[in-house]
């Protein structure tokens, strides 16, 4: 074997077996003698690069934006180049199905607060956890929140009862007027006015109502909206205890109108209409004491919304209840247009006496914006107990109830269809429904 190395430089070797019958040769070329790379070959190369390279490009542009939010590594983002998966949809899918699971399962103990809730999840990093947690903070969130509303109204109630108010201390201050000032107790109507308030041509209103402030802004604003106030009559019955206060108010202050102040102390009732006073009183407070019994176990949703409307301090209100008893009031009077305490009239309503009514007892107003029969919130079904039999057979639950703000009534025939006695004989139902 004979071994040859140039001595210029590595550039050939040369192995040789000089030994039999034949000759095996290898030669190796360094790299300067290398093979040269021809331009047809090198042409349809770049061709197809300068076509590719702006595809792979653009696709490595867009995945790495769309995992910007979801992968903070590289090897996230190359995950996703190379497999070609959206994560953002199977992480939908995946937190669907959790919350899916979470409202089909029972809800345990959930976070307390919103930070409880990220640092717990930031440890377990599980979605159905995740899922479940949110499901039970909000659930003692929304008891929370009903809890609240329902204790707010027996709050209201108490505290209509018990706390003080400004209104109180303008009462007390009036009630001082009417006890020192003669002026504060000159007679309401005077005297040569007294003959107009059973005069049928004249229109007749009706408050029934112990505050002081919203008697003068119905009757101002009524007056002021009106084309002819010297035909307004207003007859305004009160309590014993906001007489003088209410008396000294328009006493004092200059009315274009005949204005009456009426306690209920002053009117000599018989014996009859007494007792269905109390007893009227007396029911009212007992379904009161049933409605506050439930109001502690109920959620506040809209079918059990009445339960808590039931508390309110006017369901109570003697003023509130006499209103079933305007005939008695008014025995001299034939027709009255009757006026809530919270309105304001902006427009002249002596049309109203001019309506005919075709044998109705009380022209009203329905709470609609949507045609006629569409008035949400405010219909039979909203107020009354259908749960009763005997009420689901005589009441239509669709049947729009009429606003009480401000009603036209024919009180010759509420007489002739003694409707107080009807009311009667309803209240004592609904009393043990």
Not at 298 to 318: K, V
Not at 344 to 364: A, C, P, R, T, Y
Request: proline share 3%; glycine share 6%; aromatic share 10%.
């Amino acid at each position: 074997m004979k071994f040859y190395i140039s001595t210029k430089g590595i550039k050939r070797v040369t192995i040789s077996n000089g030994e039999g019958k034949g000759s095996a040769k290898t030669t190796a070329v360094a790299a300067g003698a290398g093979r040269r790379i021809s331009a047809r070959t090198v042409f349809p190369v770049m061709v197809v690069l300068g076509i590719v390279l702006p595809f792979l490009f653009v696709r490595i542009a867009i995945l790495m934006l769309e995992s910007a939010a979801a992968c903070s590594s590289l090897e996230c983002a190359g995950w996703r180049f190379f497999s070609g998966v959206d994560t953002s949809l199977e992480l939908r899918d995946e937190l669907t199905r959790a919350l899916i699971e979470a409202n089909d399962g029972n809800v345990n103990e959930g976070a307390g607060s919103f930070n409880e809730l990220v640092k717990e999840m930031t440890s377990k990093q599980d979605l159905k956890a995740f899922a479940f947690k949110t499901k039970a903070m909000l659930s003692q969130l929304e008891r929370k929140v009903q809890l609240a509303r329902q204790q707010e109204s027996v709050y209201w109630h108490l505290a209509s009862h018990g706390i003080p108010k400004s209104l109180h201390c303008l009462c007390l201050k009036l009630a001082e007027e009417y006890s020192v000032n003669a002026m504060a107790r000159s007679r309401l109507p005077p005297p040569e006015f007294v003959s107009r308030l059973v005069d049928p041509t004249f229109h007749h209103l009706v408050l029934l109502t112990d505050n002081v402030l919203a008697a003068s802004v119905v009757v101002t604003s009524t007056i002021e909206s009106s084309i002819n106030p010297e035909k307004l009559i207003f007859h305004i019955v009160t309590d014993k205890k906001t007489y003088a206060p209410m008396h000294a108010w328009f006493a004092t202050n200059s009315i274009k109108s005949v204005v009456e102040v009426r306690g209920l102390h002053q009117y000599d009732w018989s014996e009859e209409v007494n007792a269905g006073v109390k007893e009227m009183l007396a029911t009212n407070h007992l379904i009161w004491k049933q409605y506050y019994n439930k109001e502690k176990d109920l959620d506040y949703t809209q079918e059990n919304s009445r339960y808590l409307e039931a508390l309110r301090p006017s369901s109570l209100s003697l003023m509130n209840q006499l209103r079933i008893y305007l005939p008695e009031l008014f025995p001299d009077l034939k027709k009255i247009v009757f006026l809530d305490d919270d309105v304001v009239v902006q427009h002249d309503i002596s049309f109203l006496w001019e309506l005919d009514l075709n044998g109705k007892v009380i022209g009203s107003v329905f709470k609609s914006w949507c045609g006629d029969g569409c008035c949400p919130g405010s219909k039979y079904i909203n107020y009354l107990n259908f749960s009763h039999p005997l009420v689901a057979s005589n009441f239509d639950g669709d049947q729009c109830a009429w606003l009480y703000g401000m009603n036209i009534i024919d009180l010759e025939t509420w007489r002739r269809t003694n409707i107080t006695e009807t009311y009667h004989q309803w209240l004592k139902l609904v009393s043990v429904c």
